[in-house]
C-alpha cells in the first residue's frame, strides 16, 4: 500500500535487439509487491514517444515464519484451582489468547497445543501427555482464533504446575511458544490427623501444671491453609476408678488442647484416686471444613503412692471364739480386719505385731487378705484368759497403720456345778409354818456365765414304824425361780412328829448357759 519510487536498473533488463525485460536478481514480494517499468524503444535516431509502461507484480510465495506472542499474558499464566466445595459443574477457564503474525501475506495461520506436561505435587515430577481421545488435555487451543481455555477440573493438590508448549503453524513453518500455568491454592480440602497418631497417652497424677501429655499433629493438602490449622476440645470424659463411672466435662478436671499448636496439656493437677483415666474427643478445622477431623485420645493416670492406707471402719475390731473350738487342726476364720488405700495401685500387706508371748497367742492373719484366724490346735480356756489384745499393721510398702484386735473368749459349759458338801442333816419343828426355809442351796460352777437352777428330785419319808414313804404331797419345795435355792416348807401338815420321823430330799442344780448346753449334780 506504500509506493516507493527506486531505480531499477539493478533489478530488471530489457534486451536491445529483442525487447524481452529480464529480472536480474531476487525480488521479495515483502519489500515490493510491484514494478512498473518504462520501455523505450529507438531505430538509432529517434525514441518511441511515449515509452512503453510495463506493470511487474510480484505474487507472493510461502517464505517466512511466522510469530506467536502470549499478548499480555506473558510466559506465566496464574490461575485459580478449582474449588472442590464449591459444589458447581467444571466450567471452561479462559488461560490466554495467542497473537500471531505472518510477513507472507497469503499466509493461513492455524493454532495447536503442541506440548504438554505437568508437574505433580507430592513428588515435584513432570508427566506429560500428547492428548487425544484416550487420554483428554485440561487444555485445549482454538485453532483458528487462538484462545487457550482450561476445560477439565484444575486440582493444585494433585498438580501445582501444567506447562503448554503452544504452537502456530502457515503450512510450511511452525513457531511455538511456553507458558507455565500456576495454580493458586483453595482452600477446599479438610485437615487430616497424621497416619499414626497417638491414641494413648499416660501420665503421673500430681503432674505439675500445665505439663505436656503429647503432641497431636495433622496435614492440610491445602497449601494455604498450612500453618492456620486450628485446634479445640470436643468432649472430654473421666473415668472415676473401681466404679467405671462416667463424668462428661468434670469441671474440677483442665485438660486442654493448645488451638495454634495440637499439643493437649493438663492445666491442674490430676489425681488418679479421683480419674482414672480420660477420652479427650479432639477436632482440628481449616477454618472451612464442613466437618473438621476428629480424633479420640485415651489419657491413662498413673497412680502414685501418695496416699496412707486405713482401716475400715475404724482402726478397732472386735472378734469373738468360743473356749471349746480349741483343738483343731485346722485355723478358723475369725472375721476381716478390712484396710483400704485409695492409691489404685496398693498392694496392701498384714503382719501381727510381735508380742511377748508370740508362742502363746491364739491369733494369726492372712498376709494379704487381713483375715483373721485362730491358730490350728490352739487351746482356749476362758477361766484361765477370757480376752486377748493384738495390734495387726497395715503397710502400703511405704506407709503404714495399726489397729487394735480384740479377742473375746466365750464361755463353754465344760464345767459341772458342785455343792460344797454332798450331805446336810438338818432339823426343823414340827410345828413350822408354810414357807419356813429349811435349806439355802448353794453350788459352784467353774463356767462364769452358767445360771444355776435347783430343783427336788425326790423326797423319801420314814414313818415312826421304820416304813419308807414317798407321801402323795411334797413336804418341800422350791421357793420361786428355780434359781434362788431356797428350800422352803410347803405343806406343813406333813411335819406331824407322831407320824413322821425325817424327810429325805434329794436336791439338784442344773448349769445352762448361753449355748443351753447343761449338766448338773445332785
Known amino acids: 500500500t506504500t509506493t516507493t519510487t527506486t531505480t531499477c536498473a539493478d533489478l530488471f533488463a530489457v534486451d536491445a535487439a529483442t525487447g524481452a525485460v529480464a529480472v536480474l536478481g531476487p525480488v521479495d514480494r515483502e519489500v515490493f509487491e510491484q514494478f512498473v517499468l518504462v ?24 517464505d517466512h515464519r511466522p510469530t506467536l506472542s502470549s499478548g499480555s499474558a506473558g510466559s506465566v499464566v496464574v490461575l485459580t484451582e478449582y474449588d472442590g466445595l464449591s459444589g458447581q459443574a467444571v466450567q471452561p477457564q479462559a488461560v490466554l489468547n495467542l497473537t500471531a503474525t505472518d510477513a507472507d501475506v497469503s499466509a493461513q495461520l492455524t493454532f495447536a497445543l503442541a506440548q504438554y506436561r505437568a508437574q505433580n505435587t507430592s513428588t515435584g515430577r ?28 484444575l486440582d493444585r493438590e494433585q498438580f501445582v504446575n501444567h506447562e503448554l508448549v503452544l504452537a502456530v503453524s502457515d503450512g510450511a513453518f511452525q513457531t511455538n511458544l511456553t ?44 497449601t494455604s491453609s498450612q500453618g492456620h490449622l486450628v485446634w479445640s476440645l470436643v468432649e472430654l470424659i473421666s473415668i472415676r476408678p473401681g466404679t467405671g463411672g462416667a463424668v462428661v466435662n468434670a469441671v474440677d478436671v483442665n485438660v486442654s488442647v493448645e488451638a495454634g499448636t495440637g499439643a ?17 474427643t479432639v477436632s482440628v478445622s481449616d477454618g472451612r471444613s464442613v466437618s473438621p477431623a476428629a480424633h479420640i485420645l ?7 503412692n501418695d496416699n496412707e492406707p486405713a482401716f475400715v471402719p475404724s482402726n478397732r475390731f472386735a472378734f469373738a471364739v468360743a473356749e471349746d473350738v480349741s483343738g483343731r487342726e485346722a485355723p478358723r476364720s475369725l472375721g476381716v480386719a478390712l484396710c483400704e488405700d485409695a492409691d ?81 442333816d438338818l432339823t426343823l419343828p414340827e410345828n413350822a409354818t ?8 448353794q453350788a459352784q460352777d467353774g463356767d462364769p456365765t452358767a445360771v444355776l437352777r435347783y430343783s427336788i428330785v425326790s423326797i423319801l419319808t420314814r414313818s415312826v414304824s421304820g416304813a419308807s414313804l414317798v407321801l402323795p404331797q411334797p413336804v418341800f419345795g422350791v421357793e420361786g425361780p428355780a434359781e434362788t435355792g431356797r428350800i422352803v416348807v410347803r405343806d406343813p401338815a406333813l411335819l406331824d412328829r407322831e407320824l413322821y420321823l425325817q424327810h429325805e430330799l434329794l436336791v439338784a442344780v442344773t448349769d445352762e448357759p448361753a449355748d443351753n448346753s447343761s449338766s448338773s449334780s445332785s
Open 344 to 424: 489404685v495401685t496398693a498392694q496392701l500387706t498384714y503382719s501381727m505385731v510381735d508380742p511377748a508371748n508370740w508362742d502363746t497367742t491364739p491369733v494369726t492373719v492372712n498376709h494379704t487378705t487381713g483375715e483373721i484366724f485362730l491358730r490350728a490346735n490352739t487351746t482356749l480356756d476362758r477361766e484361765q484368759a477370757d480376752h486377748y489384745t493384738l495390734e495387726l499393721i497395715c503397710s502400703d510398702g511405704v506407709n503404714s497403720v495399726e489397729a487394735q484386735i480384740n479377742l473375746t473368749v466365750l464361755d463353754a459349759n465344760d464345767h459341772p456345778p458342785r455343792f460344797a458338801q454332798r450331805r446336810l
Open 39 to 62: 520501455v523505450n524503444a529507438s531505430d538509432g535516431q529517434f525514441w518511441a514517444v511515449p515509452g512503453a509502461t510495463v506493470t511487474v507484480v510480484v505474487e507472493d510465495v510461502n
Open 264 to 280: 493437649v496439656r493438663v492445666g491442674s493437677v490430676l489425681d488418679a484416686e479421683q480419674y482414672v483415666r480420660h477420652f479427650l
Open 434 to 441: 408354810q414357807g419356813t426355809l429349811l435349806l439355802q442351796a
Open 298 to 304: 485415651k489419657l491413662g493416670v498413673l497412680d502414685q
Open 179 to 222: 507458558v507455565l500455568v500456576t495454580l493458586l491454592d483453595v482452600n477446599d480440602n479438610p485437615p487430616e490427623f497424621v497416619p499414626g497418631s497417638p491414641t494413648t497417652a499416660q501420665i503421673q497424677e500430681n503432674n505439675p501444671v500445665g505439663a505436656q501429655v503429647v503432641q497431636l499433629s495433622a496435614l492440610d493438602a491445602d
Open 126 to 153: 513432570w508427566s506429560g501427555g500428547s492428548g487425544g481421545s484416550g487420554n483428554p488435555l485440561p487444555f485445549v487451543v482454538d485453532v483458528f482464533s487462538g484462545e487457550v481455555q482450561a476445560v477439565a477440573l
